[in-house]
């Protein structure tokens, strides 16, 4: 099964075109205007395993904001569409990531039922223009379009920018395990027989 998608979505804040291959083998080639997110969705690519190609346009000069929650209605959708049914899939995935002096576990299970928990350390101080904080909105909107309940929990850190990576890597790893087929698995993983 060809597990792809292609979304173009047109607002008056963005205007985003993607491509997602859920089986792919980490090619990434992102332009969202802001630095710091593409690396960011990079990470989450190479670390999936998935290619995406995306392109953002968005009213930048207002504040990240619109973009970033876009991107993440976008992959959301994209992840949705490329899952199809979600039949034979192994449905929850966790990833758990060092990043020098942080540490980051993230759990998803593609249960379509959205829920974002987002837990960071206490210490965190958002200065920058990308931000811990502004990351939220995007898993936020990812969880929401992409039917997934996603759990986000940095046990400790200090560089939000290295928080920041091991978050991104660990989904990417908890995505994979989870959009991985199971041979033993006819419909989808469930005792109600639907997600």
Same mark, same amino acid.
């Given at each position: 099964?060809?597990?792809?998608?292609?979304?173009?979505?047109?607002?008056?804040?963005?205007?985003?075109?993607?491509?997602?291959?859920?089986?792919?083998?980490?090619?990434?080639?992102?332009? #969202?205007?802001? !630095? @710091? *997110? +593409?690396?960011? &969705?990079?990470?989450? #690519?190479?670390? !999936? @395993? *998935? +290619?995406?190609? &995306?392109?953002?346009?968005?009213?930048?000069?207002?504040?990240?904001?619109?973009?970033?929650?876009?991107?993440?209605?976008?992959?959301?959708?994209?992840?949705?569409?490329?899952?199809?049914?979600?039949?034979?899939?192994?449905?929850?995935?966790?990833?758990?990531?060092?990043?020098?002096?942080?540490?980051?576990?993230?759990?998803?299970?593609?249960?379509?039922?959205?829920?974002?928990?987002?837990?960071?350390?206490?210490?965190?101080?958002?200065?920058?223009?990308?931000?811990?904080?502004?990351?939220?909105?995007?898993?936020?909107?990812?969880?929401?379009?992409?039917?997934?309940?996603?759990?986000?929990?940095?046990?400790?850190?200090?560089?939000?920018?290295?928080?920041?990576?091991?978050?991104?890597?660990?989904?990417?790893?908890?995505?994979?395990?989870?959009?991985?087929?199971?041979?033993?698995?006819?419909?989808?993983?469930?005792?109600?027989?639907?997600?």
């Amino acid at each position: 099964m060809d597990r792809t998608a292609k979304i173009d979505r047109t607002t008056k804040e963005t205007a985003i075109e993607a491509e997602f291959k859920i089986d792919g083998s980490g090619k990434a080639d992102i332009s #969202t205007g802001i !630095g @710091f *997110f +593409d690396h960011m &969705l990079t990470l989450l #690519t190479v670390h !999936g @395993f *998935f +290619d995406l190609t &995306l392109r953002a346009r968005g009213d930048l000069e207002v504040d990240f904001h619109h973009t970033v929650e876009d991107v993440g209605i976008v992959m959301g959708q994209l992840l949705a569409q490329a899952l199809g049914t979600r039949e034979g899939i192994c449905r929850y995935g966790s990833g758990s990531v060092p990043m020098d002096e942080a540490f980051s576990r993230v759990n998803v299970d593609l249960s379509n039922r959205p829920y974002l928990v987002y837990n960071l350390p206490s210490t965190i101080r958002s200065k920058g223009p990308f931000d811990a904080y502004l990351a939220k909105e995007f898993f936020r909107a990812f969880s929401v379009h992409g039917g997934l309940n996603l759990h986000v929990n940095v046990d400790y850190g200090e560089n939000e920018h290295h928080i920041l990576e091991s978050v991104f890597k660990a989904l990417g790893r908890a995505l994979n395990a989870a959009c991985m087929h199971h041979a033993g698995l006819g419909g989808v993983l469930s005792s109600k027989g639907t997600l």
